[in-house]
């Protein structure tokens, strides 16, 4: 539970590098025709499936060390 709560504070905290105030013509095309919901949804998606495929491993790694 502990590596959970610091995995979720520290993507909080990399989320303030992306609070600065900078546009760009990609940003303003990506928002304009709402593809950038697109974008953010899989980016999302691929974040949590590493998550998800990192703790599997650690838990995995676990039950071998018990065994020996």
Do not use: N, P
């Amino acid at each position: 539970m502990k590596k959970l709560i610091t995995t979720v504070l520290m993507l909080m905290v990399t989320l303030q590098l992306f609070a600065q105030d900078q546009t760009s013509a990609i940003t303003d095309t990506l928002a304009g025709s709402e593809k950038i919901y697109v974008v953010v949804v899989c980016v999302a998606v691929i974040l949590l499936g590493l998550i998800f495929f990192l703790f599997s491993i650690d838990r995995r790694l676990k039950k071998l060390e018990k065994k020996s």
